[in-house]
């Protein structure tokens, strides 16, 4: 609202509620994509539970019970942050995985929407899954 009123269109806002909300990435390590040249390094062994067989499997996204990980996905939260402000004019704001995004009443989840198209643009895995869906 302050800025509202430093650029003079309090006024014009003011009829809009402006609401916030809480916003989960539900599987956050699967938001930070893998490149291919990362693939190699980027495996998930997995025992079978009934033959005890091991399994393994190259991972198209981040792992996160990794150390480093979770650095990186720090940095990855950090820069979505920052786009999402710059880029989309969005109120949001990031800890991790968990976010908070402020809109008007009046749009109705439209900054939601966009978040996840902002995601499915940078090639993550889980929002191009929901998109399809």
Known sequence: MEEFQVQGIEHEIVQYPIESGGEDMEDAFWTLPCTVEDLPVNVAAIRHPETQTWTFLQMWALLFGFESAVLQFGRWSKFCEGAGRRLLSLLWSLYVDDGQLCDLQAAKGEGQALVNE????????????KRQK
């Open 118 to 129: 902002f995601f499915c643009c940078l090639g993550t895995p889980l929002a191009e899954a």
